[in-house]
């Protein structure tokens, strides 16, 4: 009987004493404490057992195992319940079912031999036990349910254009662009990754009005259709990143980005766009490996730009080159470390190679930012919606766009 309390104290002292100074949010620390406290009564209830079982010198000797027994139920009753609702396997399940099992014998057997004689109001004790019970699937439900949960994510993010300016042989426009990236919330987020990139675009005004088909597939691809306007295929003009992959964003830190791209005035552009896409998750729900920030791994050879691999076919064709950053993802506490599978999270900033059927130009491309969380270490296996919302991870974008004479015309201001 010793041995089931004594393993049961190692494991609430392990997760107990990482949770109370490393848990993610408030009140996974809390039960942090609870835990640590809770081992050390199954500590004095293992010596216990060597007295009840022994010359019974101490007279509640017989409570103390009950109430050892009774917390050894209540914590991996907890455990398995939170492994059942995370629908994942670890090596561990094993041992909540194992503890269950040995305390309901333990109990059997204590109730066997009326391990509670001798105990003043022994119905208090056992209700004491009962409410302690309700009280820690309460604080396990507040801290690991409603308190990452409760407070949202308030992140202020936009582009906008600034005031162009001529260069000095007149052969290209110098246009200012500004990201807005600021946390105005009360919850603390980590960057799983941030893309900007700017395209040109040309087009042509048609007095007659583009076709159905044409208008209806922009309405459908773009967001946006315009009956006299048709677009011809994109140029990029720049691309990069407003915020490092793995960065923390506190709240009220500001990652806001300003940067300049040269639009050429003889090409045949008339539309010029920034798009910015911002993907993250909620510290208080999961926290990037911190070497994320420096996993960055290019599908070609920066020496001769030879491909040498492809990504997985849901996030790019075949030859198309990439650089990914990517790191286990750690859950909000120990408790969930121990009772869910281990996820990753990966990034791939992909520039796809032209072919027919792509709206960019021959020999151009059009970046693009694709985040996930996934179960295998090379992030091809991707987990459903459901099993990436628990780390809260949400990705935005938003967009801008211009007409190049608007920016002839503030230029000459």
Not at 56 to 61: A, E, F, I, P
Not at 245 to 250: A, E, F, I, N, S
């Amino acid at each position: 009987m010793a041995l089931g309390l004594l393993a049961s104290a190692s494991v609430l002292f392990y997760v107990g004493s990482a949770d109370a100074f490393n848990a993610l949010a408030y009140g996974g620390r809390v039960m942090g404490v609870a835990f640590v406290t809770a081992a050390l009564v199954e500590a004095v209830a293992t010596l216990a057992v060597c007295d009840y079982w022994g010359k019974r010198v101490l007279r509640y000797s017989g409570a103390a195992v009950l109430v050892g027994v009774g917390i050894v139920t209540v914590t991996n009753l907890m455990f398995l319940f939170t492994q059942i609702q995370g629908r994942s396997y670890t090596p561990f399940l094993w041992l909540w079912i194992t503890l269950v099992l040995w305390a309901a014998w333990a109990f059997w057997l204590l109730t066997r031999q009326k391990a509670w004689q001798g105990v003043p109001h022994p119905k208090g004790v056992a209700l004491s036990v009962v409410v302690s019970g309700v009280v820690g699937i309460a604080s396990l439900a507040y801290s690991q349910m409603y308190v990452p949960y409760s407070a949202p994510v308030r992140i202020s993010f936009g582009v906008s254009f600034g005031d162009p300016t001529a260069s000095a042989d007149g052969a290209s426009l110098h246009v200012p662009a500004h990201i807005e990236f600021r946390n105005m919330g009360s919850v603390r987020i980590y960057v799983v990754g941030t893309m900007w990139k700017v395209n040109g675009w040309p087009t042509k005004f048609t007095e007659k009005g583009v076709s159905e088909d044409t208008w209806k597939s922009d309405a459908l691809g773009y967001n946006r259709a315009l009956k006299h306007v048709d677009y011809f295929y994109s140029r990029m003009l720049g691309t990069g990143k407003f915020a490092g992959p793995g960065d923390r964003l506190d709240p009220g830190v500001d990652l806001s980005q300003d940067f300049v791209v040269d639009v050429p005035l003889r090409t045949g552009l008339g539309r010029v766009e920034i798009d910015a896409t911002a993907s993250f998750i909620r510290a208080d729900r999961g926290k990037l490996g911190n070497s994320y920030g420096d996993s960055v791994a290019p599908s070609w050879d920066l020496a001769s730009g030879k491909h040498l691999v492809d990504a997985p076919s849901r996030v790019a064709r075949s030859g198309d080159d990439f650089y990914r950053y990517h790191s286990k993802i750690y859950h909000s506490s120990e408790m969930l470390n121990l009772t869910h599978a281990v996820d990753y999270a990966t990034t791939w900033w992909v520039f796809p190679k032209w072919q027919e059927g792509v709206d960019f130009a021959e020999g151009d491309t059009d970046p693009d930012l694709v985040p996930s969380i996934s179960r295998d270490p090379e992030g091809v296996e991707l987990l459903s919606d459901s099993e990436q919302e628990p780390y809260g991870m949400t990705t935005h974008s938003r967009w801008a766009e211009r007409s190049l004479d608007e920016l002839l015309k503030a230029a000459k201001k």
